[in-house]
């Protein structure tokens, strides 16, 4: 969806038409999911911040500010959406299994059947390393690496400065390291 | 010799995030050290596979927003509901105290109508209280 699209819709939306809010869902559901899952850990909860988030946004939308890009204004929203939901009593981050609820992209099949089965044991690891490292690390590297944000973008959404974005990066991907040498991991 | 790289700029290189030149000074400093090299063996190949990890795409998760339009439109529903059943109670009432019935006729049907509101407000407030102890209240059944 282009930025001026984007922009008529939410015009539309802050009149208090919420027909015009189905696309702009419809839209970021998708990547609003990813967060919510890395950030919750189960599909369940993911869901239900989603949904929580979106009632929230439309209800905010009245000050929100034509000019800026409504993405990373709602992952904002949704961010505190899940933090909340993880210092309620409501969730905590609870790993999903990663089976039939889950999918995995697979390694290329042309990398052969061992690099293939390789690769699907290291995202096993990593999704649970993920689990075992702060919240903090782990909401910075699902912006990065599952959302695909640029780092201007990251410091919108957590509310930092873009200069600390490397910074809390590279804390985060070593915390992640580690995580994966204690479960006993050779990485790469 | 080369200006050592910092981890922040290992970070923006790794991400894309410098430009041509910047890129070629990270690139020649990381000549000279093993340790930034295998660091950034050790990142960038958990960097593709934190992207492999394709969580909840598409199939076999439904869109929320039959969900979130029903939260959207319900209250508007509800306050609705709740103003005309109040006017139409409010009338009731007047219409009834002014009618010409009988004094204790009215006495009667009124100490009826509060008893049950009575003992429908002592219920609910007992299952509110109940519900704020209830350890399994976050289960869903």
Redesign the interface.
């Known amino acids: 969806m282009g930025p001026e699209v984007e922009r008529e819709l939410i015009r539309k939306c802050k009149t208090g038409d919420?027909r015009f809010?189905?696309p702009l869902?419809?839209a970021y559901?998708?990547p609003g999911?990813?967060l919510a899952?890395?950030m919750l850990g189960n599909?369940?909860d993911?869901?239900d911040a989603?949904?929580a988030a979106?009632?929230r946004a439309?209800q905010a939308l009245g000050r929100f500010d034509l000019r800026r890009p409504f993405g990373p204004w709602f992952f904002q929203i949704l961010r505190n959406q899940c933090r909340d939901m993880l210092r309620s009593?409501?969730a905590r981050f609870q790993l999903e299994a990663l089976d039939e609820?889950?999918?995995?992209?697979p390694?290329s099949r042309e990398d052969g059947p061992e690099r293939y089965q390789e690769?699907g044991q290291?995202?096993r690891l990593?999704?649970e390393a993920l689990e075992r490292i702060g919240e903090e690390h782990r909401e910075i590297?699902i912006l990065?690496?599952?959302q695909?944000l640029?780092?201007g973008e990251i410091a919108a959404v957590l509310e930092i400065p873009e200069?600390t974005v490397?910074?809390r990066?590279?804390h985060a991907?070593r915390a992640?390291?580690e995580a994966l040498e204690d479960m006993g991991a050779e990485?790469? | 010799m080369s200006e050592r790289v910092t981890h922040e700029e290992l970070m923006r290189y790794l991400d894309g995030e410098v430009g041509p030149e910047e890129r070629r000074r990270i690139e020649a400093s990381m000549e000279e050290s093993t340790e930034m090299r295998r660091d950034l063996v050790v990142f960038r190949t958990m960097k593709d596979d934190l992207q492999g990890l394709n969580l909840a795409t598409g199939q076999g998760n439904g869109s929320v927003w039959d969900a979130v339009n029903r939260q959207l439109t319900r209250p508007v529903g509800w306050v609705l509901v709740v103003i005309g059943s109040l006017l139409w109670a409010a009338y009731g009432i007047y219409a009834y105290l002014t009618s010409p019935h009988f004094f204790l006729e009215k006495v009667a049907t009124g100490a009826v109508a509060i008893g049950i509101l009575l003992l429908l407000a002592s219920v609910i407030w007992d299952r509110y209280r109940e519900w704020l102890v209830d350890p399994y209240r976050d289960l869903q059944r």
């Open positions: 919420s809010y189905e869902v419809r559901e998708q999911l990813r899952l890395g599909l369940e993911a869901k989603l949904q979106f009632v439309f009593r409501k609820r889950l999918e995995l992209r390694a690769k290291a995202r990593l999704w590297i990065k690496e599952l695909g640029r780092y200069g490397a910074s990066l590279y991907r992640l390291k990485y790469p």
